[in-house]
């Protein structure tokens, strides 16, 4: 990496678009890292593996730890692990270390090719408020099972009869909750499977919505496990975001819509928002959150599952081995 004064600080506006040819030089920016980057980013500077590179998005982990730090533009999906630019994503850097590998992560900063972001503040991951009484977060309940009767979800049929099972003994049998849950992880194709966007949604919910001891209690047991399984079942990023929900923490449009649904405000423009989230992933995470407000409304074994009329997927996915879990690296071969 070339020596920090010989860096040229670029103004973030002056970024080189998305699509143009790459300035010569090295390019340094400004960025606003989350709370729950900076043991990894205060260590020394290390290497780190291109997990990808997007218009909106850079995906980077480090080879010592595994952690996973993603960078992202300021319109982007924010995810609890991100490094927030002040650019847009028509403004996007990224493009300009397109094809690298000399990645880089520690000593305050996140590097890729030409790129260098300087971690200049710290944003701390939202969450939702305390959720109001047992009517009001019935309702939330309702209107999200009745808005998401139309939406187009990435989960095959055993998924979704899985989903229904980890709702329905999530409570009643940790146990056999936790079989459904970890045959879900992987299952799907891209970045974030179906199957884990789902359980990221289950497992903040069900921490977020139950005001008791037991909601949390279970969303860690179960979200420990979840965590523990997930490295070698699916993407690096999803195994990551994984263990991010196990603690309670999700990208914005997901924590808006549990925050509401809990309130019983603004539900039907919260989902609105979240479905704009990747191809289905959106809808997978909130088929996700209503499964685990089933679970936390009931206590037991509700007497459906949570969503018993989900259309066809949007894409085609590929069949798929059931119920045995397959990483998304296999799915994808």
């Not at 919505?209 to 047991?221: M, V």
Request: hydrophobic content about 45%; proline content about 10%.
């Amino acid at each position: 990496m070339a020596d920090p004064g010989e860096v040229s600080r670029v103004p973030v506006g002056a970024v080189t678009p998305a699509g143009a040819a790459a300035s010569v030089g090295p390019v340094s920016v400004p960025g606003s890292a989350s709370t729950v980057l900076r043991a990894v980013l205060a260590g020394p500077e290390r290497a780190a593996r291109v997990l990808g590179v997007f218009p909106a998005a850079l995906y980077l982990a480090d080879v010592d730890s595994g952690e996973v730090v993603t960078v992202c533009t300021h319109d982007a999906v924010r995810l609890p692990n991100a490094v927030v630019l002040a650019a847009r994503t028509e403004r996007s850097p990224f493009p300009v270390s397109a094809g690298s590998a000399d990645a880089r992560i520690g000593g305050g900063a996140v590097g890729l090719g030409p790129l260098r972001v300087d971690v200049v503040r710290w944003w701390t991951p939202p969450r939702p408020p305390v959720p109001g009484d047992v009517r009001t977060r019935a309702h939330g309940v309702t209107t999200l099972c009745a808005a998401l009767d139309t939406a187009a979800t990435g989960l095959p049929a055993g998924a979704r009869a899985d989903l229904a099972e980890l709702s329905r003994y999530a409570y009643a049998d940790p146990e056999r909750a936790a079989g459904a849950a970890l045959r879900l992880i992987g299952l799907g194709p891209g970045l974030t499977p179906s199957g884990d966007d789902a359980l990221c949604g289950f497992l903040l919910a069900l921490r977020h919505l139950d005001p008791g001891a037991a909601g949390a209690r279970h969303a860690h047991t179960l979200g420990a496990r979840v965590a523990a399984h997930a490295p070698g079942r699916t993407t690096d990023l999803s195994a990551a975001l994984l263990g991010h929900a196990a603690r309670g923490d999700g990208c914005t449009q997901l924590i808006d819509l549990i925050g509401a649904m809990g309130r019983d405000t603004d539900v039907l423009p919260c989902l609105r928002r979240l479905l704009t989230v990747g191809h289905t992933s959106g809808a997978d995470l909130a088929l996700g959150v209503l499964a685990g407000a089933e679970a936390m409304r009931t206590g037991a074994a509700p007497a459906e599952p949570p969503h018993p009329k989900l259309p066809h997927p949007k894409l085609p996915y590929p069949k798929l081995p059931y119920p045995e879990g397959r990483s998304a690296r296999e799915q994808r071969a």
